[in-house]
């Protein structure tokens, strides 16, 4: 596994694809990012002090598969350690502290044939929160940032070598779910807005939805929720 430190770059996802070329399994870490970004291009704002952390490798095209949810699941449970139990998951990839944005997840892959590079990339707001929406670890915790990276460089290695237990992922998300079954929430999806009762994650981790008397699945899409049970 090679690893590059560095001070700025413009988003460690980006310089993990381009390590790629020449490399089959690289993490990347970043001071800073010009160009960090999340889900749907949004800007992911990069203050020197937060974590900007990405792991990349050429991998068969089946190690795609719910790699996200698989990735939410394992940053989860190294934040969890020094968060009090007051993480919650918010579907599809975000892990919130006490209702605001702790960390991000964003993973992206280039398909050839049978084989992809994936690149798993993580934001924490370690020291700061960027925006009002969002939370930072400082204040909850005095774990050391290098201490805290390596932890979850080594948790989303892990993803490369272990069989994934897709059973436990979705009791996790049900557990720790930031939408609870009755919930008013609204899903944008592609620009559409649906409106529904939150009914709960299907075994291939959609969420689920009840509209005009109609369960709809969603596989991806930005959720926020109108009103609790
Ligand atoms: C999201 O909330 O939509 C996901 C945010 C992911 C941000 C991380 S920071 C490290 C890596 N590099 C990027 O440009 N994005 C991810």
Redesign the pocket.
Known sequence: MRIVRLKKVD???LEAFRLLEETDFVVVSADT?TE????NK?K?I?SEGNI???IGKAVKVETVKHLSIYALYKVFGILRNYTQGKLKVKWP??ILLNGKKLA???VESKIKGHKAKVVI???VNYAFAPIETGASLGGESNVLKGELEQSLVNALAGIFREQPDFAEILSFIEENSFFKIGDLIQMDSGGTLITGIFKGYSSDFAIVLESDGKELFFYSGEVKKVRKS
Do not use: A, C, E, P
């Not at 960090?36 to 889900?39: A, D, F, I, L, T």
């Open positions: 988003s460690t996802n990012q960090g970004y999340g889900r949004s992911w990069s900007h952390l990405s990839n975000d991000g997840i964003l990339g993580v934001g």
